[in-house]
């Protein structure tokens, strides 16, 4: 049990006392618990213990100290306090023919799963799956505008380079172009129940749901459209 003390032989006094702490010739023909076996439960309870991704690090318990090695699975607890990021105590046991219990401190660093780039990317590069990956970030170290779904920049294109294993964020990120100034679009008006659609020429770029200069085919006439699709723009009419 690691806890801040000015008087340090008062805790060895105590676990020699509760027959915990042993010199290396006490118990000649004991087997002694894995103090890698108790970390890993006390690691194990405090992942049950706090939601989402965590990095979870138990102390490790004194060098000195010697514990009858468990006949059954150790048993750990945790307090379910629903902390994120935290310092805890976690409450390991035996319950087996030689019992012994012990508190071992655990620091445990919430995380959360953020779009990075997997490799490096050019500017207006549209993302395709292969070119993001999904990494674990500590919770609150990750950029503003951090996107923690990879479907959501899918279909991007960015607006600047891309480093490997940067961080992609809203900012970074634009709507794909889909009409080019010069391409050939069908325009498209709706009044009530009547559509009309003719050919057109966009005069500008779009991604989809930008608005754009269109020019018709036949009139020569300039209006304003939103982007629909690649090949399709619609002229509000009020």
């Not at 100290?65 to 945790?78: K, S």
């Not at 953020?114 to 609150?140: C, I, W």
């Not at 009530?192 to 608005?211: E, I, N, Y």
Request: aromatic share 2%; charged share 20%; hydrophobic share 45%.
């Amino acid at each position: 049990m690691h806890h801040a003390t000015t008087r340090p032989w008062l805790l060895l006094g105590a676990l020699l006392g509760a027959g915990l702490l042993q010199s290396p010739v006490a118990w000649s023909g004991t087997e002694w618990q894995s103090h890698a076996a108790i970390r890993a439960a006390a690691e194990a309870a405090a992942r049950l213990a706090i939601p989402g991704p965590a990095e979870v690090v138990a102390d490790s318990p004194d060098p000195r100290l010697r514990l009858a090695a468990c006949g059954q699975p150790l048993t750990a607890t945790v307090p379910a306090n629903g902390v994120r990021s935290a310092r805890l105590t976690a409450d390991v046991r035996c319950d087996g023919a030689r019992p012994w219990r012990l508190y071992l401190p655990v620091r445990v660093t919430s995380s959360q799963p953020v779009v990075v780039a997997s490799r490096a990317l050019a500017r207006d590069t549209v993302l395709a799956p292969g070119d993001v990956r999904l990494a674990n970030s500590p919770l609150g170290a990750a950029p503003p505008g951090a996107l923690h779904e990879a479907n959501l920049v899918v279909g991007r294109r960015l607006r600047r380079p891309a480093d490997d294993g940067q961080a992609l964020t809203t900012g970074l990120l634009a709507a794909p172009t889909l009409v080019r100034r010069g391409q050939e679009v069908q325009v498209a008006a709706q009044a009530g129940g009547l559509q009309v659609r003719m050919a057109g020429v966009a005069r500008g770029d779009g991604a989809l749901g930008d608005t754009i200069e269109v020019e018709s085919g036949t009139s020569g006439r300039v209006v304003q459209a939103v982007v629909r699709s690649a090949k399709l723009v619609e002229v509000l009419l009020r």
